[in-house]
């Protein structure tokens, strides 16, 4: 079964720090995508990313970089420089590729809260 | 659309009263899915539907619990006899049909408290 876990329940930093956000998952397929969504005080799922299993290069986007490691099951998400604005709850999400519902198996949140 | 609305975007209910929740998808999306996140929760998956037919309603909890969809567009997620656990926010999401390029899309969700 599919599974994904953020250990991270809560996060707190001081603004101008880099925070990474940790993501394990567990599937059986080879073939499968993880995505990264933040979820906002106002409460829409907002999409960062998607990932394929076949691609393991890393992806930077501005302050936002992701680090995926198929021989660790992990898929980990680092802001540099976090802002004020960064703070949400940031969910990471598993869906396989073949048929089925291709529906989201999302872990329980990291929620990061940016100080100034 | 330009986006996933949800309607209403809060109930308050009392228990044992039904509710209805209704999702608009993006339009040319034909999947569609439903999602309950409990205070504090991640997501949890209730159905998917692909055009009109669901194929997977496994994470539908119980028999109190149904939705339907008229062909590529609005769903509608039904609550019977509504309990107390089922507060929680409601989410919809649409993507188009077997392309992984483009995430799935959300709506604001629907917050449903049963007193």
């Known amino acids: 079964a599919q599974k994904v876990t953020q250990a991270q329940t809560e996060i707190s930093v001081v603004e101008k720090e880099d925070v990474t956000l940790d993501c394990v998952y567990e599937?059986?397929?080879?073939?499968?995508?993880l995505f990264w969504y933040k979820q906002p005080p106002s409460g829409e799922l907002v999409f960062l990313i998607r990932?394929?299993?076949?691609?393991?290069q890393n992806e930077i986007s501005g302050r936002y970089s992701w680090n995926f490691q198929k021989s660790t099951s992990s898929f980990n998400f680092t802001i540099t420089a976090s802002q004020v604005v960064d703070s949400a709850v940031y969910f990471c999400?598993?869906?396989?590729?073949?048929?089925?519902?291709?529906?989201?198996?999302f872990g329980k949140g990291t929620k990061l809260t940016v100080n100034p | 659309g330009a986006g996933v609305s949800q309607s209403p975007s809060n109930k308050v209910t009392e228990k044992g009263k039904d509710v209805e929740l209704r999702c608009d998808p993006i339009?040319?999306?034909?999947?569609l899915y439903w999602y309950r996140q409990r205070l504090g929760q991640g997501l949890e998956f209730l159905i998917y539907?692909?055009?009109?037919?669901?194929?997977?309603k496994s994470g539908l909890p119980s028999d109190r619990f149904s939705a339907e969809r008229t062909g590529e567009s609005v769903s509608t997620l039904t609550i019977q006899r509504t309990q107390q656990e089922d507060s929680a926010v409601y989410l919809c999401?649409?993507?188009?049909?077997?392309?992984?390029?483009?995430?799935?899309?959300f709506g604001s969700g629907t917050r449903l408290t049963v007193v």
């Open positions: 999401a649409s993507s188009r049909t077997g392309t992984k390029d483009y995430g799935y899309t």
């Open positions: 599937t059986r397929d080879t073939t499968y995508y």
């Open positions: 990932r394929n299993s076949f691609d393991e």
């Open positions: 999400a598993l869906s396989e590729a073949r048929g089925g519902s291709e529906k989201l198996v």
């Open positions: 339009s040319g999306h034909t999947a």
């Open positions: 539907f692909q055009g009109n037919s669901a194929p997977d």
